[in-house]
Nanobody, 119 residues
Framework: QVQLVESGGGLVQAGGSLRLSCAASGSIFSINAMGWYRQAPGKQRELVAVFSSSGSTNYSDSVKGRFTISRDNAKNTVSLQMNSLKPEDTAVYYC?????????????WGQGTQVTVSS
């Protein structure tokens, strides 16, 4: 079993910053990909920023230059620094991790953290 715990959401004014963090724990053998997705009301969940299995990063065009993803492989954590936030960034942000336990592959989601950007 693998658990993802997110933190760092909240309410911020447009132009402000927030930092999200996600920690994975449990019977983890390896994490291949880890990152952030978001879902706004009435919209589908979309990729925000992720580390791929090759270690490269992939950002949504809408956040490039404003958001920065980072990870600590030793601690199985990933963070998302969000700067110059816009009202359209308002959404529930979800952490996702894909990897292997000692017996099987896994693909888990965190519980989500609300980010609200006021205009």
């Amino acid at each position: 079993q693998v658990q993802l715990v997110e933190s760092g959401g909240g309410l911020v004014q447009a132009g402000g910053s927030l930092r999200l963090s996600c920690a994975a724990s449990g019977s983890i053998f390896s994490i291949n990909a880890m990152g952030w997705y978001r879902q706004a009301p009435g919209k589908q969940r979309e990729l925000v920023a992720v580390f791929s299995s090759s270690g490269s990063t992939n950002y949504s065009d809408s956040v490039k230059g404003r958001f920065t993803i980072s990870r600590d492989n030793a601690k199985n954590t990933v963070s998302l620094q969000m700067n110059s936030l816009k009202p359209e960034d308002t959404a529930v942000y979800y952490c996702n991790a894909k990897g292997r336990t000692y017996v099987a592959r896994f693909d888990y989601w965190g519980q989500g953290t609300q980010v609200t950007v006021s205009s």
